[in-house]
């Protein structure tokens, strides 16, 4: 499972190192935990996938190819996950506390999407915030500018 992982990651290899990418390995991990927020209340909406590839594209600027390959790996990657402290633990070095909160508030657009907040969704971003380290003053930060940007949308 560790050579699959990192021949996900693009690590598996002299090619992949030559032509290795700094920021791959955060937006994997950014983009393993949308998908399983995505996908934590046993179903997957549209609606939450469209969000997630939107807001991938828009925080790491990328083309919609790149978002489909990045969102294809993740799903792979997530699904073979038995927690979410690799992919919190890369995003917690590389992220200042304001982008930990933004990740936050990605995460919350995500479960928001379909208009419903299932305990699973909740309990997801309140346990990734934990992982974090963003106080429960900015999750709620977090929840609000999700709220209000869905709104706009």
Same mark, same amino acid.
């Given at each position: 499972?560790?050579?699959?992982?990192k021949s996900l990651l693009g690590l598996g290899s002299a090619d992949a190192v030559q032509h290795h990418d700094p920021k791959a390995e955060l937006r994997l991990a950014a983009a393993c935990l949308l998908v399983e927020a995505s996908m934590i209340d046993?179903?997957? *909406?549209?609606?939450?996938t469209e969000r997630l590839s939107i807001r991938l594209a828009e925080h790491f600027e990328m083309e919609p190819e /790149?978002?489909?390959?990045?969102?294809?790996?993740?799903g792979e990657v997530a699904a073979d996950a038995v927690d979410w402290n690799r992919f919190t633990r890369v995003l917690k070095a590389e992220f200042e506390i304001e982008e930990r909160i933004t990740m936050l508030e990605l995460l919350w657009e995500v479960?928001?999407? *379909?208009?419903?907040l299932h305990a699973y969704e909740d309990s997801l971003v309140?346990?990734?915030?934990?992982?974090?380290?963003? /106080?429960?003053?900015?999750?709620?930060?977090?929840?609000?500018?999700a709220e209000a940007r869905l709104a706009q949308a």
């Amino acid at each position: 499972m560790i050579g699959r992982v990192k021949s996900l990651l693009g690590l598996g290899s002299a090619d992949a190192v030559q032509h290795h990418d700094p920021k791959a390995e955060l937006r994997l991990a950014a983009a393993c935990l949308l998908v399983e927020a995505s996908m934590i209340d046993g179903e997957v *909406d549209e609606r939450e996938t469209e969000r997630l590839s939107i807001r991938l594209a828009e925080h790491f600027e990328m083309e919609p190819e /790149e978002v489909r390959s990045l969102v294809d790996k993740a799903g792979e990657v997530a699904a073979d996950a038995v927690d979410w402290n690799r992919f919190t633990r890369v995003l917690k070095a590389e992220f200042e506390i304001e982008e930990r909160i933004t990740m936050l508030e990605l995460l919350w657009e995500v479960v928001l999407a *379909d208009g419903e907040l299932h305990a699973y969704e909740d309990s997801l971003v309140r346990r990734i915030a934990g992982l974090l380290h963003v /106080e429960d003053h900015d999750r709620a930060t977090a929840r609000h500018r999700a709220e209000a940007r869905l709104a706009q949308a």
